[in-house]
């Protein structure tokens, strides 16, 4: 594994976590077993004191995981990783692990809806404390700090805004008082983003979305520093269980191979479909990385070398524009998730929020003709020729009325 270190990225993502397996394989081979057999009493003894190497039982610890937490602590250039049965199992895990009852939170208010919602009435109930506030405008997250915040917890770009938080200047403020910053890196994985570099101590992923890329697992993955957070973090995972089981560990490895091209090719598409969507007429607005108008620009110049593959837009003619273009589209897959190969696109207002209300949903800043797209790896014409058609059916009048 220690040679990989000298490897540029692409080449990290085709060779990491491979260990010797005994006949020689080129990938992991899948351990399903529950349960791993001791050679003696005194073996098992030695396993369990952690005198010796090896496995004991496939909730604490599984070759084909193993294999694919080491290539992910790797592309993260972090120490170790420990993988989960979701990305909110990596989460609760974090919180878990390091609040207890009087702590506080500085979390991103535009954060993935179930981290919320964790926080404010999940980790409430254990005596944890949570504060919401923009951590993409300067001084805010400053304002909420407490002398008892233990953890900032950021995302970065985030939904549905596709907000960027300066990570560099969150963990000074985090380091000022000693406490930690946590990253939830999904939308820009690795490739283009690495938290670590930029202060970070915790970084997390959703492994459903890039870093497996293929929209068929749904897995988490901590990534940490130091052997003394991995313990602990170890500790807390074994405990409360939420672990990823060998079979989709394999499936994730394997989509880690491609994750540079993948990435990259996600990157060109979604820059040439964010220029076509700023300047088509029935759209107000558009939110992606790679566009000059974007508030953060600068500080993702900084922190990631390429813009991602999510982008948001506004349409002229609000509800109705939404259902409409979501009755139009062929090519882009009306659905939830992102980061696979595939282009999704979905329409907050008549469905993961709908049910929420219009007022609602204004309070949260869902606006009504908001659009999101997961640009695919597809060729980007045929993306864009989907979009221009979808677009072309919404009502000129329903543009007056925006
Ligand atoms: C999907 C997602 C999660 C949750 O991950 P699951 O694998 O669905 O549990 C967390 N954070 C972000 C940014 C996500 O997109």
């Known amino acids: 594994m220690s ?80 993988g989960c049965a979701s990305g909110m199992a990596a989460i609760s895990t974090i919180f878990i692990s390091l609040l207890k009852s009087g702590d506080h939170v500085v979390c991103s208010k535009s954060v993935y809806g179930p981290t919320l919602t964790l926080l ?41 805004m596709i907000t960027i938080t300066d990570l560099e200047a969150a963990s000074k403020i985090a380091h000022k008082q000693g406490a930690l910053l946590v990253v939830d890196n999904t939308f820009m994985s690795p490739a283009l983003q690495q938290p670590f570099k930029f202060g970070a101590d915790v970084i997390l992923h959703s492994m459903t979305k890039f870093l497996n890329g293929h929209a068929d697992v749904v897995a988490g993955i901590i990534v940490v520093k130091d052997e003394e957070m991995y313990l602990s973090m170890r500790k807390t995972l074994n405990q409360v269980g939420g672990v990823i089981d060998p079979f989709n560990s394999f499936l994730v490895h ?116 908001l659009v999101r797209l997961s640009v695919g790896i597809e060729n980007v014409k045929d993306i864009i020729d989907d979009l221009e058609n979808a677009l072309a059916k919404i009502p000129v009048t329903e543009k007056a009325k925006a």
């Open 120 to 160: 404010q009435s999940i980790m409430s109930k254990f005596g944890v404390e949570s504060t919401f506030v923009d951590t993409d405008i300067d001084g805010e997250i400053e304002k909420a700090m407490k002398p008892n915040t233990k953890v900032i917890y950021v995302e970065t770009p985030a939904n549905p």
């Open 254 to 369: 394997r989509g880690l191979k491609t994750l540079s091209v993948r990435m990259q090719r996600h990157c060109e598409n979604s820059q040439l479909v964010a220029e076509y969507l700023e300047n088509h007429p029935k759209v107000k607005w558009v939110r992606y990385p790679g566009l000059k108008s974007h508030p953060n620009y600068q500080v993702g110049l900084k922190q990631h070398s390429a813009p991602g593959g999510m982008i948001s837009f506004e349409l002229n003619g609000g509800f109705k524009a939404g259902e409409v273009v979501m009755n139009s589209v062929k090519l882009c897959a009306l659905a939830v998730s992102l980061g696979g190969v595939e282009t999704l696109i979905q329409h907050p207002a008549s469905m993961t929020h709908l049910s929420m209300g219009a007022e609602a949903r204004k309070d949260a800043g869902i606006t009504e003709g």
């Open 3 to 82: 040679h990989n270190k000298n490897l540029q990225f692409d080449s990290k993502c085709v060779h990491s976590g491979i260990s010797d397996y005994g006949f020689g394989p080129v990938v992991p081979p899948i351990y399903q077993t529950s349960t791993f057999k001791f050679e003696s009493a005194e073996h098992g003894a030695a396993l369990f004191k952690g005198e010796t190497e090896g496995y004991i039982y496939t909730r604490m610890k599984n070759p084909t995981v193993e294999a694919m937490e080491n290539a992910v602590a790797e592309l993260e250039v972090g120490h170790k990783a420990l």
